[in-house]
């Protein structure tokens, strides 16, 4: 068991975790920015759609801060649109924008790639 620690082992174990860790971050963050990129590269569309579905994903952390129990939670909301040629496509929105919308209301939709930007209904 010394020469895990001491001999080398836990030293590469320790570094292969480190890089690996590293690997995600960087991988996300190149995502997210070419996802960005070619959102601002995409036409504005405004198309007639409908609202197909509506869904929210919450997460919640637990952490404790100086003996003191903490959790918060973050809600991501989801409206799924369906356009004239049955094509569907799920948009992430703000919590306003959100409570506005209902399952099948009918209106045109305004989107940049991936990103909404409105729905006004008819």
């Keep these: 068991m010394d020469l895990f620690f001491f001999g080398g082992g836990f030293e590469i174990l320790f570094s292969l975790a480190f890089f690996a860790v590293l690997a995600v971050i960087l991988v996300t963050a190149v995502r997210g920015l070419l996802q960005w990129n070619q ?16 869904r929210t994903a919450t997460t919640h952390s637990h952490h404790n801060t100086g003996g003191a129990a903490h959790v918060t939670s973050s809600t991501t909301y989801y409206a799924t649109f369906q356009v004239e040629s049955g094509d569907r496509m799920e948009l992430r929105l703000s919590g306003a924008e959100y409570g506005m919308l209902a399952e099948g209301d009918r209106g045109r939709l305004t989107f940049q790639g991936t990103r909404y930007l409105s729905f006004e209904r008819e």
């Design 39 to 54: 959102n601002n590269h995409s036409p504005r569309l405004t198309v007639p759609a409908v609202v197909a579905a509506k």
